[in-house]
């Protein structure tokens, strides 16, 4: 039998500091088989007429020699205080497969011999270690790891020196070297050196590449660690290095393809960022893994570093039998406090390229925020990104939580997104709870994913991410929105709703979070767009201040984009106010409807707002929550635009009555739209009764129309009342005002009414009891008449009554005329009447013809002193 291939030797030492190792010597050839023999003569026949035997069979070849491996890369010299440590050998390359001996005549040939493995990359060299040397002496960087040979593993990065003990940044890490060519591991990064004094630990090295376009397996190297930070303010621990990729480009290969892990964050005063881990990528049809990002590094007095992002997956080949799954993101590290610092890392991205293909691509979950020792929590990393260009689905990743902290917990991680370019469906992950804070304020609730289809012809569902529910503590966390929901296709949207707010036992509670938005593009879509549900706010101690604690989230944004469209865009309805359960306490504001936005045929309609939350209100203060707004309407299309009425007020216990929400505003703006598109706005909604005061009615809302279509504005809500014995009126709500575009258009437009203030016992205070003033109308161009609308009565009261409300004023640059609504009457009081309201002015293009005033409103009953007064006269006019 041949002999067997020779070791090729290992490669020297580098000479000199810094200096490259000498690479690996190349395996030996193995030796040929040896050839069969000849076969043996046959027997001789017995004596008895037996015939001779038949010839022997020949040999079989002998087998061939086996490949002699290739010798490892030589270790690189170390480095030295001016001087990065050597770059290690490369290594050798195994030895030729001896060949078969040939068989005899009729007799098989020897197999071939074995391949081996090439050899593994020599270690970079070592940075140089300043500890000893002079302040301010820095480590050296460590060396790169020499590559592998065929099928060999790369070398091991040299480790980052450490600096000075009395000052000095640590060297970084060398980076791993690459795997051989036909498979084999990449080379660990090396960790970065440890700091002193006001200087940054070292970063780690980056993993070493595997990357085949052969058969072999591949794993990428994974990244080094950071070097501890200084001890002066302002220092931080190194980065964690990343991981190194995976790659099989063979699209015949059945081998695994497994990425690197990002290397650690050092610690610090402010802890170091953990490295991104590797990306992996399939052409085969083998397994497929992706590195997880490092933890981030502890911080003892600053932040906890980050978390790395996870590593990103593809998937090239339709035949693979596997989901394409990111990586997990990296925990961030322990902080003091983490005020913009200690994320969770995101999730890693998963991407499925093949049209043909029918598994999933699923993105990667996202770290857990810094917990906090003394502040804030850590915000939790978001959920990795999933798209999917085949029949599979695209599934948004997990986020991460957010970290613990005494004065405000960490919000949780945003649901990944999801992207489907084929026909599968979009899943947009829900966003993560915020924690719990007794003691300070809970955490935010994170925001829900995106899901998109992208194909035209999709007949798939995308539904977006929830909200996360905002934690409870002394004050509730916020809600999370709710994710956006968007198709090119003709299948059903769900877009996410907002997370309702947390529970706030001492102070409020939290806002609640908006609903996701839709769009629809394709104009052969049989469904409405409608936007998703608001969270509702948080019930609180007390839900009054000027950062509107416990508020009903808004409802989420509806959108047609195709002009052929004959759908509806509908306003996502709004979340309720959260009530207040504290002594003198008020209720949360609702959440405004959301908005509708059509540029098709059919109508925009906004959405409809939440109620209030209720209140427990006293003579010392608080009361009833105001209503939402109503949802506004854009018609861009054909179609109607139908703004909400606006939520009345909530009851106030024993305090004021909550205030009316305003209506919403709705508007035509194309100037093609036919007499049927009319634009109508919401009313304002009324203002609720109080033991201390009624709450004030809400305005009414806008009206526009550029097309030919009528525009109707909102009234003003009416105001509350209170008891005869105490408190005040609530004041009346204004006209909404109106408007016209289009010198076709032939329709007469009124300013909205405003509305009645409410009865009290004293409405002394000028802005109490006071009737709505009405809307004004404009014509820029068009052939109808204007008139302003007129005012609201003020409100009786026992002693001092409240005045009425001023009439509209009307311009009409068009041929029509113009009329100035008229003044409301003062309301009546036992001690002093309420003024009455001024009139409307008008202005024409015809003026000193066309042009009425509207009429004053009279002074209520009771003389004072000081008696009241009439309102004024309006003034006519002209327009150029």
Do not use: C
């Not at 949207?493 to 947390?502: A, K």
């Not at 938005?517 to 409608?530: E, F, K, L, R, S």
């Not at 008008?842 to 003389?863: D, E, M, N, R, W």
């Amino acid at each position: 039998m041949g002999g067997i291939g020779g070791v090729g030797a290992t490669g020297a030492m580098g000479a000199t500091a810094g200096a490259m190792g000498d690479p690996g010597g190349t395996g030996g050839t193995g030796g040929h088989g040896g050839d069969g023999g000849a076969g043996g003569a046959g027997g001789r026949g017995s004596a008895l007429l037996g015939q001779a035997g038949a010839t022997g069979a020949g040999g079989a070849g002998g087998a061939g020699g086996n490949a002699g491996p290739g010798g490892n890369g030589g270790l690189g010299g170390a480095g030295d205080a001016t001087h990065t440590g050597g770059t290690g050998g490369t290594a050798g390359n195994p030895g030729g497969v001896g060949t078969g001996g040939n068989g005899s005549t009729g007799a098989p040939n020897g197999a071939a011999g074995t391949v081996s493995a090439g050899g593994t990359g020599g270690d970079g060299g070592a940075g140089y270690d300043a500890t000893s040397a002079a302040p301010g002496t820095n480590g050296g960087d460590g060396g790169t790891g020499g590559s592998g040979g065929v099928y060999g593993n790369g070398g091991t990065g040299g480790v980052g020196g450490n600096a000075s003990a009395a000052g000095g940044h640590g060297g970084r890490g060398g980076d791993g070297g690459s795997s051989g060519s036909q498979g084999g591991t990449g080379g660990k990064g090396g960790d970065g050196g440890n700091s002193a004094g006001n200087y940054n630990g070292g970063n780690g090295g980056d993993g070493g590449d595997a990357v085949t376009n052969g058969t072999g397996n591949v794993t990428g190297g994974d990244g080094g660690h950071g070097g501890s930070g200084g001890t002066a303010s302002g220092t931080s621990g190194g980065n964690g290095g990343h991981g190194g990729a995976a790659r099989v480009l063979n699209v015949a290969s059945t081998a695994t393809a497994i990425s690197g892990n990002g290397g650690a964050g050092g610690d610090g005063l402010t802890g170091g960022s953990g490295g991104t881990g590797g990306a992996a990528q399939m052409a085969g049809t083998g397994n497929i893994s992706a590195g997880a990002g490092g933890a981030g590094g502890n911080g003892s007095t600053g932040g906890g570093g980050s978390g790395g992002t996870g590593g990103s997956v593809q998937i090239d080949n339709a035949a693979n039998p596997h989901d394409a799954v990111g990586g997990t993101g990296g925990d961030a590290g322990t902080g003091a406090n983490n005020f913009g610092a200690g994320y969770g890392g995101n999730g890693g991205e998963a991407f499925i390229s093949n049209s043909a293909a029918t598994h999933k691509a699923i993105g990667g979950t996202g770290g857990n925020g810094s917990n906090a020792s003394v502040g804030n929590g850590g915000i939790g990393g978001g959920g990795g990104t999933a798209t999917n260009n085949g029949s599979g689905d695209a599934i948004g990743g997990t986020p991460g939580s957010g970290g613990s902290g005494p004065v405000n917990a960490g919000g949780g991680g945003r649901g990944g997104d999801a992207w489907n370019y084929g026909t599968g469906n979009a899943i947009g992950a829900a966003g993560a709870n915020g924690i719990d804070n007794p003691g300070g304020v809970g955490g935010p609730g994170g925001g829900g994913g995106d899901a998109r289809i992208k194909n035209a012809l999709s007949t798939a569902t995308a539904t977006s991410g929830n909200g996360g529910t905002g934690g409870n503590g002394a004050d509730g966390g916020t809600g999370g929105f709710g994710g956006f929901a968007y198709t090119d296709g003709t299948g059903t949207l769900n877009p996410g709703t907002g997370g309702n707010g947390g529970i706030g036992s001492t102070g409020g509670g939290g806002g609640g979070g908006q609903g996701g938005g839709v769009q629809i593009t394709n104009a052969a879509n049989p469904n409405d767009a409608i936007g998703g549900v608001g969270g509702a706010g948080g019930t609180g101690f007390d839900n009054f201040g000027f950062s509107q604690p416990g508020h009903g989230g808004g409802g989420g944004d509806a959108y047609i984009s195709s002009a052929t469209s004959t759908h509806k865009a509908i306003g996502g309805a709004a979340g309720v106010g959260g009530n207040a359960i504290g002594t003198s306490s008020t209720g949360g504001i609702g959440g405004t409807g959301g908005t509708a936005t059509n540029n098709g045929s059919g109508d925009a309609i906004g959405g409809a707002p939440g109620a209030g939350g209720t209140g427990n209100g006293d003579i010392n203060g608080g009361g009833g929550g105001s209503g939402g707004q109503g949802g506004s309407a854009w018609s861009y299309g054909t179609g109607k635009a139908v703004g909400h009425a606006g939520a009345d007020g909530a009851a106030g216990g024993g305090g004021v009555g909550g205030n009316g929400g305003a209506g919403g505003d709705a508007r035509v703006l194309n100037p093609s739209a036919p007499a049927t598109a009319t634009a109508k706005a919401g009313n304002g909604g009324a203002g609720v009764d109080g033991a201390q005061g009624g709450g004030s009615g809400g305005s009414g809302g806008f009206a526009r129309n550029d097309g030919l279509g009528a525009a109707t504005p909102g009234d003003g809500g009416n105001g509350g009342s209170s008891p005869i014995t105490g408190g005040f009126g609530g004041s009346g709500g204004s006209g909404g005002s109106v408007e016209i575009n289009n010198a076709a258009n032939s329709n007469n437009i009124t300013g909205g009414q405003g509305g009645l203030a409410g009865s009290g016992y004293n409405d002394v205070v000028v802005i109490h009891g006071i009737g709505g003033d009405g809307g004004n109308a404009t014509i820029n161009a068009g052939t109808g008449n204007a008139t302003g609308g007129n005012g609201g009565r003020g409100g009786d009261a026992v002693l001092y009554a409240g005045g009425g409300g001023s009439g509209g004023t009307a311009k009409n640059y068009g041929s029509g005329s113009a009329t100035g609504g008229n003044g409301a009457n003062g309301g009546d009081g036992g001690y002093k009447g309420g003024g009455g309201g001024n009139a409307g002015s008008a202005y024409a293009v015809s003026y000193p013809g066309g042009t009425t005033a509207g009429a004053i409103g009279l002074a209520g009953a009771g003389g004072g002193p000081p008696a009241p007064t009439n309102g004024s006269p309006g003034t006519t006019g002209s327009l150029p």
